[in-house]
C-alpha cells in the first residue's frame, strides 16, 4: 500500500496517540516548537509496527476467531487457496477486513502506549495527583481504544467467512 493510503487507513488510534504526544511535549517542554513536530514519531512507529506485524498482531488479538472463520472457510470451498480462487467481489471484501484489521491493530497499540504511559507523564508533571489523573486516562484509553478495538478485531474475524457462506450456499 502507499504510505498516503497507510496514512489514511490509521483511523482514530492514530489521532489520538498523535494529539496525546503533542499534548505531553507541550505540558512537559512548552518552549521549542521543534519538539511538537516530534509528536508523530510514535504515531509512525506504530503504524510502521501495525503495517509490518499485521499478521502478528491479527492472530495474537483475534487468533481463535480467525482460526475459526478460516476452518470454516476451508470447509466450504474445499481448498485453502481459497482467497485466490475467489470472486473479486469476494477478495475486496477480505482486503477491506484487511485495511478495518490495521485500524484496529493502530488503535489497540496507541490505546497501550497511552495507558502505560500517562500516568508516568502525569507523575512527572503533578506528582501523586498527576498519577491519578495518568491512572484514569490509561483506563479510559485502554477501554475507548484497547479494549473496543480487539472487541471489533474478533467480531471482524467472525464475520470474515460470511461472504464465502453466503456464495457456497447458494450454488
Known sequence: MQIATK????????????????????LVRPEPLFLKTLSVLPTILVMFLADQQNNRLINFFAGGELRRSTDQIQKITGHDDFYESASEELQNRVDDFDRRAYQKNISILAGLIIALTTPFVGFYLRGTLGLGIGLVIGLLATQL???????????????????????????
Open 7 to 26: 496514512i489514511w487507513d490509521s483511523g482514530w488510534g492514530a489521532v489520538f496517540l498523535t494529539v496525546y504526544t503533542g499534548v505531553a511535549i507541550q
Open 145 to 171: 481504544l484497547t479494549r473496543r478495538s480487539i472487541q471489533e478485531l474478533n467480531r471482524l474475524a467472525q464475520n470474515i467467512s460470511e461472504p464465502y457462506t453466503a456464495k457456497y450456499e447458494n450454488q
